[in-house]
């Protein structure tokens, strides 16, 4: 087999040049609370031009490494506080080193990983490939049940062996094609690290560590000194979060941020703001084991009563595009032959009126769930589609929930006893490959999908084994299927995010800012290129 390295990009070569000293001993000081940007309780808050201060929507429920694939968590964590062996390029979709130097298959089975040496970890212990086993080894084959196993690995585990301490094998259940892909997703911890349960406080060898989080007010970062790459430009990150967009805008408008993201549409043509593609995918998830939403002819009625374009345009500014399946464009899978439903009301009463003619109880509530912060606007899309379903003959109550109650609806096991449910939900394919959506959506028993087929499945396991043009061709065929046979989801838009930025700093947003933001990629304006 091809050994299959390929060259960092362009945003890791600086990190490659850099002289990467290995220290073995050493203790991380962490450092003082920090006060709410803006609050009389102290200087951290204030701009002083070496912390570079970000608002997120909320507070991140957890640190926990292996919880990075949730959103919340990996925009702080992920190539932040920890690294995996591989990353993504987010813009070209390869596959790069990064604590490992290369890899390849070494039988049907087995691939073998190179990892690098003189790094060293916030506690000063070196990284080993010792490390890596054990980390993948805690993240899937735990009983951690790590957001990541079930997001990534579904139910498979992995032999995972240390060869040395430079080089380890991974061994899967059955022939895995994109194991590496998958691996890109696993954040490295010290083989010290609890195996049992999950961590506040995580230990990685990024280029910040924590040096303290204030429940409710802010986390706060510090550079690692013995990172083994490029040293950041900032020394010290901060993290506060508001829920209000128009308070994250007011805070780079008044000085009190560097970054504020999931800004409202409405200001878009500021020049403290940028727009992008974040790969991620609004759709509502309808639970088909719960009357009316059983019947197919509902949840197809639900699918026509959505006027996507109008939604997008007078809640969402504009920017987004209407979607007709969960796969955006540039991720493997995606079927350019789809096109997103056009709202045709008049039919989707007449297929409510035919269910209700054969005793299906159209009247009973459904209940559409939907998390405040999810993105702007989101509370005013939650009311439209009620509108729009109720405008069809059904019983919609919106409810708003926090992101810890909207994940007991999204992840099994779902919640008994809450009657018909339609989740609002936003999906982020992050690792360009729709086995990543498949297997979470789609699959009966899928970690975020609420039902499905035999056939379905059948057909999801069959392309995750191939490769190249006939792995693009089978999930393509099968999410066109899916709109057909199943209607699980009604898609409604592929989202653009939208960055406040401080006039003070450069940063260039890209499909994965939204899940990981690098900060590293992050420098003061007047910095030389």
């Known amino acids: 087999m091809k050994f299959s390295v390929s060259p960092a990009p362009p945003a890791r070569r600086r990190r490659l040049r850099a002289t990467t000293a290995a220290l073995l001993a050493g203790t991380v000081l ?29 507070e991140p429920p957890t640190l926990e490494p292996c919880e990075a694939s949730l959103t919340g968590t990996g925009v702080v964590v992920r190539s932040n506080i920890t690294e995996p062996l591989v990353e993504r390029d987010p813009d070209s979709g390869e596959l790069h080193p990064l604590l490992a130097t290369g890899w390849k298959q070494t039988g049907e089975r087995t691939w073998t990983f190179d990892t690098r040496t003189g790094v060293t970890f916030h506690n000063g212990a070196p990284f080993t490939a010792r490390d890596a086993a054990f980390s993948i080894d805690r993240a899937v084959n735990s009983d951690l049940a790590c957001n990541v196993e079930g997001y990534v690995f579904g139910d498979d585990d992995l032999e995972v062996k240390a ?40 230990v990685g060898t990024g280029p910040y560590a924590v040096g303290s989080w204030q429940p409710g007010a802010a986390i706060s970062l510090h550079r690692h000194d013995d990172y083994w790459g490029e040293a950041p430009d900032f020394p010290r990150a901060r993290y506060v979060w508001r ?22 549409p409405v200001e878009a043509e500021k020049d403290t703001t940028a727009s992008y593609p974040n790969n991620e995918t609004t759709a ?30 007078a809640l ?10 969960l796969v955006p464009p540039g991720v493997v899978g995606h079927n350019d032959g789809i096109e997103p439903v056009r709202q045709d009301v008049a039919r989707a009463r007449a297929l409510v009126e035919e269910a209700k003619a054969d005793g299906v109880p159209v009247g009973r509530q459904i209940t559409l769930v939907a998390r405040n912060g999810m993105f702007a606007g989101v509370s005013e899309t939650a009311e439209a589609l009620q509108y ?14 926090d992101t810890a109650t909207q994940l007991q609806y999204q992840l099994r096991p779902l919640p008994k006893g809450v009657g018909p449910i339609a989740l609002l939900i936003m999906h982020g394919n992050q690792a360009g490959d729709a086995a990543f959506t498949t297997s979470q959506y789609l699959l009966s028993d899928g970690p975020q999908s609420a039902f499905g087929t035999e056939e379905l499945d059948r ?10 043009a006939e792995r ?29 930025l401080s006039r003070s700093i450069r940063y260039e947003p890209n499909s994965a800012t939204g899940d990981e933001m690098r900060l590293a990629e992050v420098s003061p304006a007047k910095a030389k290129h």
């Open 30 to 58: 962490l450092s003082s609370g920090c006060a709410v940007a803006g609050s009389a309780a102290g200087d951290a808050g204030r701009a002083d031009g070496r912390t570079l201060r970000v608002v997120l929507t909320q």
């Open 316 to 325: 969402l500014g504009g920017l987004a595009e209407p979607a007709g399946q």
């Open 459 to 468: 057909r999801i396991a069959g392309a995750g084994a191939l490769s190249g």
């Open 163 to 202: 060869v040395s301490d430079t080089r380890l094998t991974v061994t899967t259940e059955q022939p895995d094609p994109i194991l590496p892909l998958r691996l890109s997703f696993v954040e490295i911890v010290p083989r010290t690290t609890d195996p049992d349960a999950k961590v506040r406080i995580p």
């Open 284 to 313: 509502l998830r309808l639970d088909g084991r719960e009357a009316p939403l059983d019947d197919i002819r509902v949840r197809r009625a639900v699918d026509l009563a959505v006027d996507r374009e109008g939604i997008i345009d």
């Open 388 to 401: 729009q379903m109720q405008r069809i003959g059904l019983n919609v109550k919106v409810r708003m929930a």
């Open 472 to 500: 693009q061709k089978a999930f393509a065929e099968l999410l066109a299927d899916q709109n057909e046979t199943v209607i699980q989801y009604t898609h409604l838009a592929h989202m653009s995010g939208l960055l406040g």
């Open 243 to 264: 829920s209000d967009a128009s308070v994250r805008a007011a805070m780079i408008d008044k000085g009190e941020a560097e970054i504020a993201v999931a800004l409202d």
